[in-house]
């Protein structure tokens, strides 16, 4: 399927940056030696690939989930076959003790991608789940910079997220934390990042949930009134490439809107999908009625949605990937600019937020009041309201 098409697009973001810069690129990643954590997640295998056909040094591969970790490997072999340098994979926990002696045993690389996070809105309803979105997004994040550090590393990348820029909820307040432990680190070691749109048809995104209604014949849902901003996969690899390659200290990359990008609601998108497949979209006004004609309407050619408003906690009516106050690069690239940063931080409230949700944790007790009022302490216009109502809610 055409994900281009899907998306409302004809060509890729970043082909002529890519082109231009291909050679210098190509030389780079040949004679450097790459980990890649979170490397088996639909932006991290992305990253991979990008890193893989370029046939690096050394490439290892770091990922939680054994599963996604195989067959990133069939794929890679299908697709590129082998390489003269290493390539391993390890099915690692990075939080974990066996992670700490993997870094040990080893450890020495020229660039560190991490790619792991916790990015679902959904997964900031239970107090448990938003502990270890904090543990995930920024504890495990300034875990790994300290080890490449102490490992004298060359680079240390970390994906951020557009939901960073003025964030709503609390993955996206997670991310703005994040880059805040970022730059206390980068008097340390040469950091940069990058934030991006939605990744269209990502694991456990709502483009990807659509190619899991049609395979067990269920209703497609999506909002009709949220818009936003899509990337193809490849795209979001080649945008964390270029950012860790040719970012300098503290920048944060991002796709500079132009005609090619442009907002597209989840409703439309369901509607060409479903084209595309061949069944004309039938509206239903439930979700019983939905779940009703799922049963019948398919065999008609017809496949039952059902497009709502949004109306739970957490979701930003509009993407924006900087913020008034940023200073921006727009000049560098064609199609990506470039938020120059300063080494900017209060030390002594991420000390406090570090301490007090370690004590958090020692009591094994907490709140999500608790965790969502260390928050404001570190971004005190944080536009956060909880609804009281969730994605797990709805159909």
Known sequence: MDILKLIGREKELFAEDISACEDELSRIVSHAAFLVIGGAGSIGSAVVKEIFRRKPQKLHVVDISENNMVELVRDIRSSYGYIEGEFKTFALDIGSIEYDAFIKSDGVYDYVLNLSALKHVRSEEDAFTLMRM?????????????????????????????KAANPVNMMGASKRIM???????????????????????????????????????????APNDVKRYFVTPKESGELCLMSAIFGQNRDIFFP??????????????????????????HICQSEDEARALAATLPDEGKWPCLFTPSDTTGEKDFEEFYTENERLDMERFASMGIIKNEPIYDEEKLSAFSQKLDSL?????????????????????????DKGKYLDSKL
């Open 134 to 162: 904090c543990d995930v997004n920024i504890f495990n994040t300034d875990k790994t910079i300290m080890q490449s550090i102490a490992k004298g590393a060359k680079k240390y990348f970390c994906v951020s997220t557009d």
């Open 179 to 221: 880059e805040m432990f970022l730059m206390r680190r980068s008097l340390q070691i040469e950091i940069s990042t990058a934030r991006f749109a939605n990744v269209a048809f990502s694991d456990g995104s709502l483009l990807h949930g659509f190619n899991k209604r049609i395979e067990k014949r269920q209703p497609i849902v």
């Open 256 to 281: 500079k809107l132009t005609p090619d990008l442009h907002l597209i609601s989840f409703a439309e998108i369901a509607v060409k999908y479903l084209r595309e497949l061949g069944y004309e979209p």
């Open 361 to 385: 944790k020692r009591e094994l007790s907490w709140s999500k009041i608790d965790i969502v009022q260390e928050f404001f302490k570190l971004i005190p216009d944080f536009a956060y309201e």
